[in-house]
Every structure is written in C-alpha cells, then in structure tokens.
C-alpha cells in the first residue's frame, strides 16, 4: 500500500503538524481521529489494513489528519472562549493548508470527510459551518451538543460551534443551498450515550432540506470492531 508521512510547519497553527496519506489514486478521505487522537490511529487500529483492498484498488485515498483536542476542546484549564479560538486555528490549518494539499495531489474534485467519536464531532461542525468543503460526511458515534465541551457556554463564538444550537436559526438561503448539497451519514449505537445527539443533528438536517441518515447499530457501538462495520456499510 502507498503510505507517505507528510509534515510542514503550520502558519495557522504556529506549530509543527503531522497528517498520513494512505492509496496512490481514489476519492479523496478526510480522516479525523478520536478525541485527542493522533495521525496514526486508524493504522494502530487496524483501520486503514481493514480497507486495504479498497485503497490498493485505487477507490479510495485516505488522509489522516492530527488533532489539537488538548489545546481546544479539552484544555479545560482554558477558558472556553480561548479553547474555541483555538478549534478556529485548526480549522483555518484543515481549509487553508491540508484541504489545498488533498486539492494539490488528487484531481477527484469529490471529497469526504469521516471520523469516530471526537472525530465524528469534527465533521459535523466543518460540514455545517463551511458547507460546500465536502461533498459527503460519515460521522460515527459522534456527540454534537458541543456546549458540553465548554463548561456549558454557548454564547459567541460558543453558539456557532455547536450544529445543535445554530442550526436551528439558519436561514442564509446561499449557506443552505450549499449544505443541501452534501449527503450526511450518522450512525451510531442504540444505546451509545450520545444516541440523542445523533437524532437530533438529524432531525435539524433535514428540517433544512439536507440530505442526512441516521442508521441505528445494534448494543452501545462505541468502538473500534463497530467503527469498522460502519466504514464497511458507508465508505
């Protein structure tokens, strides 16, 4: 299998990031870990040998990207304005630098964006509030209530990470039409601790004409061996 390990300086970020590519040709994957989760985990996890077929036909490349969980989210010795500010410098890394790469070495103008758990929280907010990155988001045993992150504040810059609070109040018809356009894909456990949260970023979707699915895994489904019968069923 084509394995590069790709690292530069981010200007974004002011540090140093690391991401892995995995297949030579095929849709382009944006890949996120789980909570403060590195590049490599879905290779430590069997992840990327479990579709090795499908990278090694050329479907599909895979870009596994790093996190700054434990400088944003989850730096709770932060103030939450701080650690929001900072998920707003990864994203502006995720848009401005590895977006342009993927754009640079793949010609496949259709992109999707995957993730489990933290990671599914990552797609959701990129594909809501920047509608028209990705073309299709496959979110697993995601929690999307974001307020949950940040001590309960949802004011500001607090409101708009969090889908389940502004979505509701989303009327800009050029943002719709774009977020229209993508196909969401939730799936979690019946009894995963987040269940709610999947339903309801659902329900918002498609109250706003978006095409979005939730699909309901037998049991609580939050782990690894589950993760990989959803890629199975949806990449």
Request: negative net charge; contains cysteine.
């Amino acid at each position: 299998m084509h394995r590069e390990h790709r690292k530069w300086w981010s200007p974004a970020l002011g540090r140093d990031m690391e991401l892995l590519v995995f297949g030579a040709r095929g849709t382009p994957v944006l890949v996120f870990p789980t909570s403060m989760g590195r590049f490599y985990q879905w290779e430590d996890f069997g992840l990327i040998g479990h579709m090795s077929g499908r990278i090694d036909a050329g479907w599909l490349q895979l870009w596994c990207v790093d996190s700054v969980d434990g400088e944003s989210f989850y730096a709770k010795s932060k103030p939450p304005h701080e650690r929001v500010a900072r998920h707003f410098e990864y994203e502006r890394y995720l848009l401005e630098e590895v977006v342009p790469a993927i754009r640079a070495a793949n010609e496949v103008p259709y992109l999707i964006a995957t993730g489990a758990s933290f990671g599914a929280s990552h797609v959701a907010m990129l594909v809501t509030r920047h509608p028209g990155v990705v073309n299709k988001a496959i979110c697993l045993s995601g929690a999307y209530e974001m307020k949950r992150f940040l001590d309960g504040w949802c004011e500001g810059d607090g409101y708009f990470v969090d889908p389940l609070a502004f979505l509701p109040g989303l009327t800009d018809g050029r943002i719709l039409a774009r977020l229209q356009e993508t196909e969401v894909i939730v799936a979690t456990g019946e009894y995963d601790r987040n269940v709610d949260d999947s339903r309801r970023l659902v329900a918002l979707l498609q109250e706003k004409g978006v095409p979005a699915g939730l699909h309901l895994w037998n049991g609580w489904a939050h782990d690894w061996p589950y993760w990989r019968e959803m890629v199975d069923a949806f990449l």
